[in-house]
């Protein structure tokens, strides 16, 4: 049984981060164990930027999107150097076991401490929706629904002018976003880095439905498929359609977390704490069918993340 562990937040922010570490804290200290919260991810571990954590210091978060602890990207914990001295940073204040918050660079990060001999457990908190072994990241719910609110926006003004919108997404080499919001927000078409897709038939397509009466279309373009700026060009240059670019960039990352990635937040929370706590290292908590799962560390840093075919399928069938 440890009595000392430590939770942080590390890579892109993501609404739920908060949650999560709320849930940790509140439930550690339940649990009768000590835990402390480390600044700006590996870069606080690195710099010995962490401080002990109560109850109130978690007050006040739940509703609140980016995460309070802070988060970075971190050059010197590529290191071996660097990783030895985050871990004696640890080990100096007697933090037996980490709950690392993140992405799949935290995950890799989160395996290769590790092995420095500290137990860690991960929770999969991106927008992205790219790490293997879970349905859902902490975040992605969030960031799909504030797509699908600028999808519907841009709805409107593309229906008065007639128009072509070409609606740029994040999610890295991940069509995951662009998918799912493409299909709730009824978008024409979407092309995602999963996917390839020939520029020249997209724009006989747009070309073709809008002769036969559509009046306007939205175009969904992952930023892994390629930029909406180019793309929008291309399509004037070769339909002739009027047409006009969006990049909605950071702020899908902000906001106040859905009410789903609240409880995917803090059930995996929960689960992430006890198990650390008994002594469960190198694992990471998702979601699968609705319940919780334990994934290995090297099997979701392992595998690559794919898209569910079948929903582009249905997003293509009901964009007709
Ligand atoms: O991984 C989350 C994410 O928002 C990606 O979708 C995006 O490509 C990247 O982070 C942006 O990173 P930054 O905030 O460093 O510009």
Known sequence: MLKRIAVMTSGGDSPG?????????????????????????????????????DSRSVGDILQRGGTFLGTARCEEFRTTEGRQRAFENLRRHGIEGVVIIGGDGSMTGAELLSDLGIAVVGLPGTIDNDIWGTDYTIGFDTATNTVVDAINKLRDTASSHGRVIVVEVM????????MTAGLAGGAEHILIPEIS?????????????????????????????????????????????????????????GGSPSVFDRILASTLGEHATLALISGISNVMFGSRSGGVVTIDLADAIG?????DPSMFRLANLLSK
């Open 17 to 53: 981060m908060n949650a999560a570490i709320r849930a940790v804290v509140r439930v550690a200290i339940h649990e009768g164990v000590e835990v402390w919260g480390i600044y700006n991810g590996y870069a606080g571990m690195y710099e010995d930027k962490m401080v002990q954590l």
């Open 197 to 253: 897709v020939n520029l020249d038939e997209l724009c006989e397509k747009l070309r073709q439905s809008h002769d036969s009466g559509k009046k306007y279309s939205v175009v969904v373009v992952a930023e892994g498929a390629g930029s909406a700026v180019e793309i929008g060009k291309k399509i004037v240059d070769c339909s002739g359609l009027d047409t006009r670019v969006s990049v909605l960039g950071h702020i899908q990352r």
């Open 303 to 307: 595998h690559k993340r794919t898209i």
């Open 171 to 178: 999610g890295r080499n991940s069509g995951w976003i662009a």
